[in-house]
């Protein structure tokens, strides 16, 4: 599945959303080898990313993320004046571990969240 994947992205062949999606299944399930996924990776970057691309991938990893269950209250956030759907957790993105010396802002940012009442999901990828 992920040779053909990565052959058709070397030959600047996009995929479909199908096979993106499988492709990003078969990487996150940990069949796919660290030479495989830097292939793939290298070659849809080179390719250029499609929306059926980005949209397959994404699929794959939100079916396969581990969900929470959260109690609490909601928030009702709004973006340019429109009101969006109702949430209860707030995410803060990581800013550290760049190597860069830089402040990491994110976890100031998830305390005051936090203390104002919000529950604050805080995760890292290290």
Known sequence: MIKSAIQKLVNR??????????????IM???A???QIAAFITALRMK?????????????????????????????LESDGTNQAEEIVVD??????????????STAVALVAAGSGLTVAKHGNR
């Open 92 to 105: 803060t993105c990581g800013t550290g571990g760049d190597g860069a010396n830089t402040f990491n802002i």
């Open 48 to 76: 250029g990313e499609t929306a059926d691309e980005i949209t397959g991938c994404a699929r794959a990893m939100r079916s396969l993320a581990t969900r929470i269950e959260v109690q609490g209250p909601s928030v009702a």
């Open 29 to 31: 399930g940990g069949d």
């Open 33 to 35: 080898t660290p030479a």
């Open 13 to 26: 062949q996009d995929l479909s959303e199908v096979e993106a999606r499988q492709t990003m299944e078969f």
